[in-house]
C-alpha cells in the first residue's frame, strides 16, 4: 500500500512537471514561430519537434531534402514488372518522422479533407501504409513552405 502511494504521488508529480515544461515550449514557440502552431495537428511537442530539426533558413536547401530528412520521400521498390511501387523510408531523423505521423494520425482522425483524400486513395487501390506515407510527404512539403516562407519574409 505504501508502495502504491509513492508510485502516485510520483506520477502526479511527473504529470505536473510535464505541464509545466509544456507551457514552456509553447510559450517558446509563440514568440519564435506562432504560425506553426496554426497547422491543423501541430501541437507544442510536434512544433519543437520540427523547429529543431529545421534549425535556421538554409539549413535545408529544398523540400526534397527536408522530406528525405524526416523519413518520407517515396523510394522506387521496383520488382522488375511493377515500376509505379514505393515504400517507406526507414531512414532519417526518427523523431521528426514521428512527429509527421502524428500530424497524418490527427488529421486523418479530424479533418474532412484528409478523410476523403484517404476514401480516395482507398479506391484507387492503395494500402494504408502508402497513403500515410504520401500524406506525410504532404505535410512535410507543407511545413518546409510555412517554415522558408516565413524565414525569407523575416
Known amino acids: ?32 514561430r506562432p504560425d506553426l502552431l496554426e497547422e491543423f495537428g501541430v501541437g507544442p511537442i510536434v512544433a519543437a519537434t520540427v523547429l529543431c530539426a529545421w534549425s535556421h ?47 497524418v494520425q490527427s488529421r486523418i482522425q479530424y479533418q474532412q479533407a484528409t478523410r476523403d483524400y484517404v476514401a480516395r486513395r482507398t479506391a484507387e487501390g492503395k494500402t494504408g501504409r502508402e497513403i500515410k506515407r504520401c500524406l506525410a510527404r504532404y505535410v512535410a512539403r507543407d511545413l518546409y513552405r510555412l517554415l522558408e516562407s516565413e524565414a525569407t519574409a523575416a
Open 57 to 103: 533558413p538554409g539549413r535545408i536547401h529544398s523540400e526534397a531534402a527536408f522530406a528525405m530528412l524526416a523519413g518520407v520521400a517515396p523510394i522506387p521498390a521496383n520488382s522488375g514488372q511493377v515500376t509505379t511501387r514505393y515504400r517507406l523510408n526507414r531512414y532519417g531523423d526518427r523523431q521528426l518522422n514521428n512527429a509527421l505521423h502524428t500530424v
Open 1 to 32: 500500500m505504501v508502495a502504491l502511494r509513492t508510485l502516485a504521488r510520483r506520477a502526479h508529480a511527473m504529470v505536473k512537471e510535464a505541464r509545466e515544461l509544456q507551457k514552456a515550449i509553447v510559450a517558446i514557440i509563440r514568440t519564435w
